[in-house]
């Protein structure tokens, strides 16, 4: 057995990593070598510098004997040289893709994929890494930064949870132009495949599995299972109102899973909303020892409008992630223990409120004169415990759905 990574070969020429790899794995395949399981598309930390269009590394395991390991690594050798390193495509620091391709006889720690999904790795430590391995060939044209995303995708071992996406891709021809991929079709597949995810925002009538940019990705459909994926994609090329695909794979995927953040965390509101221009907002809380900044943009829809409703001393837990400014990008966030809102006095039994007569004495009712205990009551906060995100078009890859189930 063996491994390949490929990452970093998108690029506002027009280049696709998916694309890129479809292409690879063919090459493979025609070769005569198996490819056992369906390749890995896996999604990295969401900050990292210079990031391609979603971050996303692609991975395959190759069935390689020992006695054709040096024409295994010649094939790609050979291919990595037609495709990126011609005259055509020089791949300068004026461009922005940088392809790295990786090839190992085992499969990288998977320490390397929970570092390259959870914080900014430094290309030059991951490569010293890869070089102290045995065995290993490594492929790149301009810059080494892609070799985070090809050996973290390869570590990735995806067994506590996963998704998959079945990934179609267009005509040359077609690339640039606006995409035919009818939205009422992808609702109506969302509704005959139940176990699809992540492909429509109700909230907007939106279709979600379309990109915006001119690369040759058609669409990727996402589902609970690897066979819906594939079915779903059947089922929408068989409509006259959606454009038909060159060719696709279904990629097993990190997407949806939430592995970028490791933790839920809370603490208590310590500061005024802060709204900033554009309609974003923060607050800063106090959790163990220290002060955070929890920034909601306009777009997070319910996550920003429950953060402009929180007051001191509220106690809120969250998942985000910690931007390179220091502050927490929300993802999700919820009031667990609110301040009542304001404090009034109790109605008596006759429906007229107890007024307050003076420093340490009862209250009085100003109809019928009955006393009772000077006390406040306090109107509570009608959305404890209530998680909020943002709609399904305004997530992150990575993020994990609040009504999604881990298969781990």
């Excluded at 037609?82 to 990786?102: C, F, Q």
């Excluded at 509101?269 to 106090?286: M, P, Q």
């Excluded at 929180?310 to 993802?331: A, F, K, N, P, Q």
């Excluded at 998680?387 to 994990?400: D, F, I, Q, T, V």
Aim: proline share 5%.
């Amino acid at each position: 057995m063996s491994w390949i990574g490929l990452d970093d070969t998108d690029s506002v020429e027009g280049g696709c990593t998916t694309w890129d790899f479809h292409q690879l794995l063919s090459h493979i395949e025609n070769a005569g070598y198996l490819i056992p399981k369906a390749p890995r598309l896996v999604r990295l930390w969401p900050f990292a510098p210079d990031r391609t269009r979603g971050n996303a590394a692609l991975s395959a395991e190759i069935i390689v004997g020992p006695e054709d390991e040096n024409d295994f690594i010649a094939l790609l050798d050979n291919w990595f040289e037609d495709k990126y390193r011609s005259t055509t495509h020089t791949n300068g620091p004026e461009e922005s893709a940088h392809p790295s391709l990786v090839w190992t006889p085992v499969q990288f720690p998977e320490k390397w994929y929970w570092d390259g999904v959870r914080k900014y790795i430094n290309p030059e430590e991951r490569y010293k890494q890869l070089n102290a391995q045995e065995g290993i060939h490594y492929w790149f044209s301009g810059s080494r930064r892609g070799v985070v995303g090809a050996t973290s995708s390869i570590a990735w071992r995806g067994t506590s949870d996963w998704t998959w996406e079945a990934t179609a891709w267009r005509e040359k021809s077609a690339i640039g132009q606006s995409r035919i991929v009818s939205p009422s079709c992808v609702f109506e597949m969302s509704e005959k495949f139940p176990k699809t995810i992540l492909n429509r925002d109700p909230n907007v009538g939106k279709s979600l599995i379309s990109p915006r940019t001119p690369c040759p990705v058609l669409y990727g459909i996402r589902a609970e299972e690897e066979m819906v994926a594939k079915e779903a994609h059947d089922w929408l090329q068989s409509n006259e109102g959606v454009e038909k695909s060159l060719a696709m794979r279904v990629h097993r995927s990190n997407q949806a899973t939430g592995e970028h953040i490791n933790e839920v965390k809370h603490g208590v509101v310590i500061t005024r909303l802060v709204e900033v221009k554009g309609g974003h907002a923060s607050i800063v809380v106090f959790s163990r020892g220290k002060r955070y900044s929890l920034v909601a943009f306009k777009q997070g829809g319910e996550v920003n409008s429950l953060l402009r409703s929180t007051v001191v001393g509220d106690i809120v837990e969250w998942r985000g992630l910690l931007s390179l400014e220091g502050e927490i990008h929300l993802e999700s966030l919820a009031v667990v223990d609110a301040v009542p809102r304001y404090l009034e006095r109790p109605h008596c039994h006759c429906g007229q409120r107890f007024q307050r007569q003076g420093l340490e004495q009862p209250l009085r009712c100003s109809s019928c004169g009955e006393l009772t205990d000077s006390v406040w009551y306090g109107l509570q906060f009608g959305n404890e415990n209530v998680w909020r995100e943002p709609h399904p078009a305004h997530r992150r890859h990575l993020a994990k759905p609040l009504s999604r189930e881990a298969k781990g």
